[in-house]
C-alpha cells in the first residue's frame, strides 16, 4: 500500500524558515509527479508547489521567491523549503503525488496520493 509521510511543521517567527520534507513508501514504479497543496482555516486547498518528471516546476504566486520545491524521484521524496515566511502562510500543508504503483496483486494503476498533512504556524 502506497503511503506518503511528512516531516517538518512547527512554529516559526514570521522571517523565519521551515523545511517539510515528504516520503512516498510501497510497491512505486514511476514519479509522475510530487508537490505540496496547503489548506487554511476557512479556505480551499490550494496548491504550493509542484514538480513533474520531465522537470515542469509550478509555485503558486503568493510563494514566488520565497518557496523552493525539491523532488528525488529515485528516492521518491519531495522537499519544500520555505523562506521569509508570514503569517498568511499559515496553514495545514500536504504532500501530494501521482504515482504509478501497485495497488495489489496484478493491480498496477496511475492513481494520486495524499499525506495526512503537516501544520505550519507562522506568528509572534
Known amino acids: 500500500q502506497v503511503q506518503l509521510e511528512e516531516s517538518g511543521g512547527g512554529l516559526v517567527q514570521p522571517g523565519g524558515s521551515l523545511k517539510l520534507s515528504c516520503a512516498a513508501s510501497?510497491?512505486?514504479?514511476?514519479?509522475?509527479?510530487m508537490g505540496w497543496y496547503r489548506q487554511a482555516p476557512g479556505k480551499q486547498r490550494e496548491l504550493v508547489a509542484s514538480?513533474?518528471?520531465?522537470?515542469?516546476?509550478n509555485y503558486a504566486d503568493a510563494v514566488k521567491g520565497r518557496f523552493s520545491i525539491s523532488v528525488d524521484t529515485n528516492q521518491k521524496t519531495t522537499h519544500l523549503q520555505m523562506n521569509s515566511l508570514k503569517p498568511e502562510d499559515s496553514a495545514v500543508y500536504y504532500c501530494?503525488?501521482?504515482?504509478?504503483?501497485?495497488?495489489?496483486?496484478?493491480?498496477?494503476?496511475?492513481?494520486?496520493?495524499w499525506g495526512q498533512g503537516t501544520q505550519v504556524t507562522v506568528s509572534s
Open positions: 501530494n503525488a501521482r504515482l504509478e504503483a501497485s495497488m495489489g496483486a496484478h493491480d498496477i494503476r496511475v492513481s494520486e496520493f
Open positions: 510501497g510497491i512505486i514504479f514511476k514519479v509522475d509527479h
Open positions: 514538480t513533474a518528471t520531465g522537470g515542469t516546476t
